[in-house]
């Protein structure tokens, strides 16, 4: 079965410090997609990013950065000097073997100036 | 373009009441799906359809819950007797197909639902 673990239910930081979101999931399928979402204070969740399993390679987006590890089942997500913007509820996502996405149950991140 | 819409945005009900929920998805994405978030809590996965059919029903709480869509596009999520713990925000997505690398969910705004 698949599972997403978001082991950090909050995270609290001080404005322009780094942080990493952890994200470990679990398939036995060789072929799956992982997302990034992000649900601010608004509700309206944002997708930030999909990786497929095929491709190990680490994507940095502006201040964003993603680091996928099969080794470690791991899709962790970096945010670089972070901002009170970047407050909000971030979601990692699996889907495999054909069902709908699996997501974890979200990491509270909150940007204090 | 237009993204992914839901009507009413608000809902407050009495128990025992049926509500209906609307979902709007994104033109031209042929898989649709409904979650439910309860306060502070993560996504629970409800139903999702492909074009009209739903292959996957089991996510639905009870079956007080049903959904429907037609045409390919518009789809309705009924709770019948609402009661208080389906108070939540449903939230609508959609994906330009189901699967792989289509499964980029879009979502829409929610619709906050209060039951009495």
């Known amino acids: 079965a698949q599972k997403v673990t978001q082991a950090q239910t909050e995270i609290s930081v001080v404005e322009k410090e780094d942080v990493t979101l952890d994200c470990v999931y679990e398939t036995r399928d060789t072929t799956y997609y992982l997302f990034w979402y992000k649900q601010p204070p608004s509700g309206e969740l944002v997708f930030l990013i999909r990786r497929n399993s095929f491709d190990e390679q680490n994507e940095i987006s502006g201040r964003y950065s993603w680091n996928f590890q099969k080794s470690t089942s791991s899709f962790n997500f970096t945010i670089t000097a972070s901002q009170v913007v970047d407050s909000a509820v971030y979601f990692c996502?699996?889907?495999?073997?054909?069902?709908?996405?699996?997501f974890g149950k979200g990491t509270r991140l909150s940007v204090i100036a | 373009g237009a993204g992914v819409s839901q009507s009413p945005s608000n809902k407050v009900t009495e128990k025992g009441k049926d509500v209906e929920l609307r979902c709007d998805p994104i033109s031209g994405h042929t898989a649709l799906y409904w979650y439910r978030q309860s306060l502070g809590q993560g996504l629970e996965f409800l139903i999702y359809?492909?074009?009209?059919?739903?292959?996957?029903k089991s996510g639905l709480p009870s079956d007080r819950f049903s959904a429907e869509r037609t045409g390919g596009s518009v789809s309705t999520l009924t709770i019948q007797r609402t009661q208080q713990e389906d108070s939540a925000v449903y939230l609508c997505?959609?994906?330009?197909?189901?699967?792989?690398?289509?499964?980029?969910?879009?979502f829409g705004p929610g619709t906050r639902l209060t039951v009495l």
């Open positions: 997505a959609s994906s330009l197909y189901f699967g792989g690398q289509y499964n980029e969910q879009f």
């Open positions: 359809f492909q074009g009209n059919s739903a292959p996957d």
């Open positions: 996502a699996l889907y495999s073997g054909n069902t709908p996405l699996v």
